[in-house]
């Protein structure tokens, strides 16, 4: 119980303190591996591992994962795993689901006050440009290795052409409408099919 | 926020808001950003049930409160459409897939990550990725930015946050001050235009 308790507090507080998402909870998580026996930092370096191998927010996988780990390694049971990881899960989504209720009553009441208008009107054009580095990010991490030894190993060929034939089948007429999940599981299949191919 | 709703939308069911949700939860790889083309899919393409510009006013105040960047946009998509019930049904959709995924994989197959074609598979899906996002951002760039100013605010934005980190100059600058900055620029161009037609 105790156990259960001790989640539910370290985890609202994540929630509530690492703003920005994802891997901002990544310091508390490694915090609470120094304080508590159930986690170590081998499996900090094994939940990253699985949480950028798998879909959904960084930031929820981790938080199943450490919790999982709570409950299965202080009781010897996944069925005692599965519980506490719901619980930090829950936990650490609290204070965000709280948060935004509020604050989407306050812009409810304010949405016309030419302020607020004025505000959003320059942070649109704003989170583009923070979308677009976070773009920049993703994209300069996928096709460049920047620790190369080479100018030639620097540029991760593999990656770079599969990069160009998707930018341009995303952005052909007929195809430009599907799910973006298609193209998902389109690149995931090329992946495998040139990893086995060239040995990536 | 929004000026395009003038007929009054049918209500939307609950379960709707739930298993749009999940998918974007079960299919996106990386979390905050990267959930943007799903996204404007489910709640903008597909449904309507917010505007591109509701939902980066969402990702803006989603950089500056706490938590997870997926979870603040299913709340306040769900808060919309169907009030308190549907932020929960929202919120739960998007975390279910990845606590299923995580907690099963854990327990059964813990050394998934250095399995053979899941490494395979993923460096295909981070192509894809990269790929999605940098369509939405150009898609973004043309339909939302409108005046100079705009563009100076996009381009500033994402020079402050990418060169730092892309030139190792050994700091970094959160996207949280980007919003605040950006904030305060656009209070102080209202607060000058209201001045300035005052005269």
């Known amino acids: ?200 | 926020m929004s000026e395009e709703r003038l007929e009054a939308a049918p209500v939307t069911p609950i379960w709707k808001l739930f298993t749009a949700f999940m998918r974007v939860g079960a299919f996106t790889f990386g979390g905050g950003y990267a959930m943007l083309p799903m996204l404007e899919r489910e709640c903008v393409e597909k449904t309507g049930w917010v505007t591109h510009d509701e939902l980066l006013d969402y990702f803006a105040i989603g950089q500056c409160t706490p938590g997870v960047i997926a979870v603040n946009t299913a709340t306040f998509v769900g808060k919309k459409q169907r009030g308190f019930w549907g932020a929960l049904a929202a919120t739960a959709g998007v975390v279910l897939p990845s606590f299923l995924i995580i907690t099963l994989l854990t327990a059964l197959l813990s050394n998934f990550a250095e399995v053979t074609w899941v490494r395979y598979a993923l460096r295909g899906i981070r192509v894809a990725v990269g790929v999605l996002i940098l369509n939405t951002v150009i898609k973004l760039v043309r339909e939302k930015i409108k005046d100079a100013a705009g563009y100076i605010l996009c381009v500033l934005a994402f020079l402050l946050v990418a060169l730092p980190q892309t030139l190792k100059l050994g700091f970094k600058i959160s996207p949280v001050f980007v919003v605040i900055g950006a904030a305060l620029v656009g209070a102080a161009r209202c607060f000058f235009a209201e001045r300035g037609g005052r005269k």
């Open chain 1, 1 to 200: 119980m105790s156990l259960i308790l001790t989640l539910v507090l370290e985890f609202f507080k994540i929630g509530l303190f690492a703003a920005g998402g994802g891997l901002a909870t990544l310091p508390f998580l490694t915090e609470l591996a120094d304080k508590y026996p159930w986690l170590t930092s081998e499996m900090i370096g094994r939940m990253v591992a699985l949480s950028e191998s798998t879909p959904g927010p960084l930031g929820i996988n981790m938080a199943t994962y450490a919790g999982f780990m709570a409950g299965a390694n202080t009781f010897g049971s996944p069925f005692a795993g599965a519980l506490t990881a719901l619980t930090a899960t829950v936990s650490l989504v609290a204070p965000s689901f709280i948060v935004i209720l509020i604050v989407s009553r306050v812009l409810e009441k304010f949405k016309n006050s030419r302020y607020v208008k004025a505000i959003f009107g320059s942070l649109r054009p704003a989170v583009a440009g923070l979308i677009a580095a976070a773009a920049w990010t993703v994209i300069s991490a996928t096709l460049f290795n920047f620790s190369a030894a080479t100018v030639g190993e620097a540029f991760l060929l593999p990656e770079i052409a599969l990069f160009a034939v998707m930018l341009v089948i995303t952005n052909l007429k007929p195809l430009k409408k599907l799910h973006p999940l298609v193209f998902i599981g389109f690149a995931a299949a090329a992946g495998v099919a040139m990893g086995y191919a060239f040995g990536w």
